[in-house]
């Protein structure tokens, strides 16, 4: 089993930066980060490959958001430059065996840290 709990999340004013943590009982194969709006399907954000370190982003990223992780303290992060509204949503740590961004690839998920950008 793996526990993920996620932390960072705030109200910033668009433009501004936040880094999210998501502390980890052990890391799997894979770690990511993904999004989730009321009315939207979750969305992958950022993929780690922890043994080759290799990520990957989704296209709405443009270069703004860099995922990483602290092997010493078991720690994922997602830091998040030039933060925009549509950025808004419930952020989520995930884990699994497959490289991707689809939700259902990923075995272990945290509860989720809120970010709100406005405006």
């Known amino acids: 089993q793996v526990q993920l709990v996620e932390s960072g999340g705030d109200s910033v004013q668009a433009g501004g930066s936040l880094t999210l943590s998501c502390a980890a009982s052990?890391?799997?194969?894979?770690m990511a980060w993904f999004r989730q709006t009321p009315g939207k399907q979750r969305e992958g954000v950022a993929v780690?490959?922890?043994?080759?370190?290799?990520?990957g982003y989704a296209p709405f990223v443009k270069g703004r958001f860099t995922i990483s992780k602290d092997n010493a303290k078991n720690t994922l992060y997602l830091r998040m430059n030039n933060l925009e509204p549509e950025d808004t949503a419930m952020y989520y740590c995930?884990?699994?065996?497959?490289?991707?961004?689809?939700?259902?690839?990923?075995?272990?998920w945290g509860q989720g840290t809120q970010v709100t950008v406005s405006s």
């Open positions: 995930a884990g699994g065996s497959e490289w991707g961004l689809l939700p259902n690839i990923f075995n272990y």
């Open positions: 780690l490959s922890v043994y080759k370190r290799h990520s």
């Open positions: 052990r890391f799997t194969d894979y």
